[in-house]
């Protein structure tokens, strides 16, 4: 027994990693800042939230020798406190709710912002991930253009809705009437022009309907409240597309700000890639801007374009240091499955609920590649759904699309597709190796039988 107790060291408790922290409950009209009761004869202090008590509230935490602070992301109360605090010198986490709740202790005891300052000052509390300043800016115009694009939207469905209501069936003569021979119609229509003939005579060669078929769906029931219904959606469809097109120009201003990650890089090779035309694509050369930055040509990527990857790296940035294996990066992205381990076991996996956006950009890159014949993504996504469901292989296809864009920014590796044959005959060999080993484990070998062609050829 006594040999025993000399082995065991006395727990010293939570040691102190933080000790000039600082936690901070913030809302929408005032923020509560605590300090180290030890070493302040005022630890807790109430703040407004103008900006003026902002820049007071950092002078106070500076004069308190606080180093390092800790707040929850609430809303975007949280933003400016970031912005100036940070500016000031200070370091600042910026925490998730879910982990300060999820530390038990007497919280409706005292203050939120103690228990936050108490958490951090012992490092239980582990800040979010945030990019540089300059990519920050350029996340918040993307962010704001994919609100554009939504708001936009809603009027196409407006449009679509008046349409109906006067049983114009232009939906089903042209699959979007946003484009080249749907808008022309539709303002044809706005403007006063009723016969089926003449709005037919509007049809774009490269439509696949006859001019027969298209006038016969526009002879419609045209009635004033409807009428006025779609030009109010046209309107606003149109007063939309003019200001994504004023957000295009200042996110191109915001790539040209962006420095360079290298003076000497070679020439951008021409894409492989058709052109979608997609009218949601950015209307400048995303991809030269994001070749300029990162170093490594992202939009090659099969299944990435330039609207997915210009999102990707607004959200992760262009330096990955902060995620240390493709792995991390990963778990970051809600990509990775979440083994819930009991007693040595895995009871289940899943992917855990997360509104992450540069995840949400790998799931579309996966949908992109489903039907893809030639690539490898398409090829592992194919069996993927064979083994798994179409829902779970989206995942798994979007979890391998974005370890190949860790790889590729943070060792700035070319994109190399070894194509779905290759794929397929790497996947038939390791099948077979497994499947040796399986063998062999039982005592058993496995013996290659020829193929009927081969024996036809035999005789």
Partial sequence: MGRHKS???????????????????????EIWAAVAPAENQEPVRKFGTFTPDLHALADWLLACGVDTVAMESTGVYWIPVYEI?????????????????????????????????????????????????????????????????????????HMQKALQQMNVQLTQVVSDITGVTGLAIVRAIVAG????????????????????????????????????????ALALYDFYTAQMAACDAEIERQFANLRPVSD??????????????????????????????????????????????????????TNLDSFPTEKHFSSWLGLAPHNDISGGKRLRSRTLPTNNRAGQAFRMAAQSVSKSPN?????????????????QAIVATAHKIARAYYHMLKHRTP?????????????????????????????????ETQTLGALAGSF
């Fill in 7 to 29: 082995q065991v060291s006395a727990w010293e408790g939570l040691k102190v990693v933080h000790p000039h922290a600082a936690g901070l409950d913030i809302g929408s009209e």
């Fill in 85 to 157: 605090l940070e500016a000031r010198g200070l370091q600042v986490f910026v925490v998730n709710a879910r982990h300060v709740k999820n530390v038990p202790g007497r919280k409706s005891d005292i203050q939120d912002c103690q228990w936050i300052q108490g958490l951090h000052s012992v490092g239980l509390l582990r800040g979010s991930f945030r990019p540089a300043g300059e990519i920050v800016a350029l996340r918040a115009y993307l962010r704001h253009r994919a609100g554009l694009i939504e708001h936009r939207a809603a009027h196409i469905q």
């Fill in 193 to 232: 022009q009723r016969d089926p003939q003449q709005l037919a005579a509007l049809r774009d060669r490269r439509c696949k309907k006859s001019a027969r078929e298209i006038a016969k769906a526009l002879t419609g029931n045209y009635r004033p409240e409807h009428l006025f219904a779609l030009q109010q």
């Fill in 264 to 317: 000497d890089l070679p020439p951008l090779p021409p894409s492989q890639k058709l052109n979608s035309h997609s009218k949601n694509a950015p209307t400048y050369d995303a991809r030269s801007h994001l070749y300029r930055i990162t170093g490594v040509d992202l939009v090659a990527a099969t299944g990435l374009n330039e609207s997915t990857v210009q999102t990707i790296v607004a959200e992760t940035g």
């Fill in 375 to 391: 690539s490898a993504f398409g090829a592992f996504y194919r069996r993927m759904k064979a083994r798994l469901g179409a829902q």
């Fill in 415 to 447: 994109f190399h597709d070894m194509g779905g044959e290759e794929y397929e005959r790497r996947a038939r060999q390791r099948e077979i190796h497994n499947l040796q080993k399986r063998a062999a484990k039982l005592g058993l070998s496995l013996v």
